[in-house]
């Protein structure tokens, strides 16, 4: 069956970063776009990053474009969230998901299957 195991979360303090990857097994990895959301508590699921099927096109979420990187590494069937100058309000669990096609999509309808989270804590 399908998984998605997401790891790298953390505390850390505001300003700083981490690198949160998202290991897939049981699907033909290269073959499907992944993206990255996050839910903060009390609040809805939201979208933060998306990459193709070949890593060639990425699309972010306003809060956290020019601060967080999305990259794959189909031949290790991961993907990666590298954040920086991270903030307080980036505080949240963070899922990562597999989606249906082979093109990125900020819309969490499109993605079939999704990992169980890792939780990312900023302190100010």
């Known amino acids: 069956q399908v998984q998605l195991v997401e790891s790298g979360g953390g505390l850390v303090q505001a300003g700083g970063s981490l690198r949160l990857s998202c290991a897939a097994s049981g699907l033909t990895f290269s073959n499907f776009a992944m993206g990255w959301f996050r839910q903060a508590p009390g609040k809805e699921r939201e979208f933060v990053a998306t990459i193709d099927w070949r890593g060639g096109g990425t699309t972010y979420a306003e809060s956290v474009k020019g601060r967080f990187t999305i990259s794959r590494a189909n031949a290790k069937n991961t993907v990666y969230l590298q954040m920086n100058s991270l903030k307080p309000e980036d505080t949240a669990v963070y899922y990562c998901?597999?989606?249906?096609?082979?093109?990125?999509?900020?819309?969490?309808?499109?993605?079939?299957?999704w990992g169980q989270g890792t939780q990312v804590t900023v302190s100010s």
């Open positions: 998901a597999s989606n249906r096609d082979t093109r990125a999509s900020e819309a969490s309808a499109t993605y079939n299957y």
